[in-house]
Nanobody
Framework: QVQLVESGGGLVQAGGSLRLSCAAS????????MGWFRQAPGKERESVAT??????????YYRDSVKGRFTISRDNAKNTVYLQINSLKPEDTGVYYC?????????????WGQGTQVTVSS
């Protein structure tokens, strides 16, 4: 059974940094795309960063508003995906969720973690 556990959130001042971790179990995660979404209060969940499977080259993708500040990476030996967040802004506040897309035959199923809260004070 696939399980994802996020950690690393917290309360930080604007301009600070955080590193979020997502520890995965129940699969060979180097083979799957993974990523991070966030959800601010009263807003829809939005994608912030994605990393391809290692076989696809670990390509990374970011939403425009976080480019240059967010870095997604993976450590396959630890089955962990990270999100380094620098130059935090109050608008980065929200719950951050990691996900993994696991193929089942011709389809893929998206599994989510429980989320970790990031709060940025101005």
């Amino acid at each position: 059974q696939v399980q994802l556990v996020e950690s690393g959130g917290g309360l930080v001042q604007a301009g600070g940094s955080l590193r979020l971790s997502c520890a995965a179990s129940g699969g060979t995660f180097s083979s799957y795309p993974m990523g991070w979404f966030r959800q601010a209060p009263g807003k829809e969940r939005e994608s912030v960063a994605t990393i391809d499977s290692t076989s696809a080259g670990d390509g990374t993708y970011y939403r425009d508003s976080v480019k240059g500040r967010f870095t997604i990476s993976r450590d396959n030996a630890k089955n962990t995906v990270y999100l380094q967040i620098n130059s935090l802004k109050p608008e980065d506040t929200g719950v951050y969720y990691c996900y993994v897309d696991v193929p089942y035959g011709s389809r893929a199923s998206r599994h989510w973690g429980q989320g970790t809260q990031v709060t940025v004070s101005s």
